[in-house]
T-cell receptor
């Protein structure tokens, strides 16, 4: 079945430490992949997206993600976390061809990031 | 450029009532998608409209419906509300295809009592 999985429900890091959030997908071809961030009670803000080409994608707020086809992964990274990065992070994919993909993102369950001072 | 605007931000309804939510996409975006977000089920796709036509839909009962107007604004309607419909409803707009990416609104928080 086509799916996006975030193995970590909750991650805690210290401010200034590096961060890696994991995302795996199950799909027969290369999907369009996205990372979003959500603050409590708010909508989703797009951090970065991957469609094709360079497998290392740069996003906003100092985030980057690397697409690895062999591992079906699209992990999000940040070299130094700030307290304001505390939020919930969602990996999402457009998994489908033609009409089945229109407007539909398949989301992982999300990873809650806590940042300790 | 204005973002995706959803109204109202909060709603409280009683079981059995119906509700209509509104979404105004980014200017020039012709596709609007709707999602339901709950703690138990996460983010689930409801349906997508493009140029006033529903192009795709998720696995939700017929009580959930939508429409899109000629100015691309979209409405979502839920009839005969159930307690389980309590959720954050998000809409997203795009120019028309996944490759353009999706911009989300801040959502409407619906509480059914």
């Amino acid at each position: 079945a086509q799916s996006v999985t975030q193995p970590d429900i909750h991650i805690t890091v210290s401010e200034g430490a590096s961060l890696e959030l994991r995302c795996n997908y199950s799909y027969g071809a290369t999907p369009y992949l996205f990372w979003y961030v959500q603050s409590p009670g708010q909508g989703l803000q797009l951090l970065l997206k991957y469609f094709s080409g360079d497998t290392l994608v740069q996003g906003i707020k100092g985030f980057e993600a690397e697409f690895k086809r062999s591992q079906s992964s699209f992990n999000l990274r940040k070299p130094s976390v700030h307290w304001s990065d505390a939020a919930e992070y969602f990996c999402a994919g457009s998994l489908g061809a033609g009409g089945t993909s229109y407007g539909k993102l398949t989301f992982g369950q999300g990873t809650i990031l806590t940042v300790h001072p | 450029k204005a973002g995706v605007t959803q109204t109202p931000r909060y709603l409280i309804k009683t079981r059995g009532q119906q509700v209509t939510l509104s979404c105004s996409p980014i200017s020039g975006h012709r596709s609007v998608s709707w999602y339901q977000q709950t703690p138990g089920q996460g983010l689930q796709f409801l349906f997508e409209y493009f140029s006033e036509t529903q192009r795709n839909k998720g696995n939700f009962p017929g009580r959930f419906s939508g429409r899109q107007f000629s100015n691309s604004r979209s409405e979502m309607n839920v009839s005969t509300l159930e307690l389980g419909d309590s959720a954050l409803y998000l809409c997203a707009s795009t120019q028309g295809y996944p490759s353009y990416g999706y911009t989300f609104g801040s959502g409407t928080r619906l509480t059914v009592v």
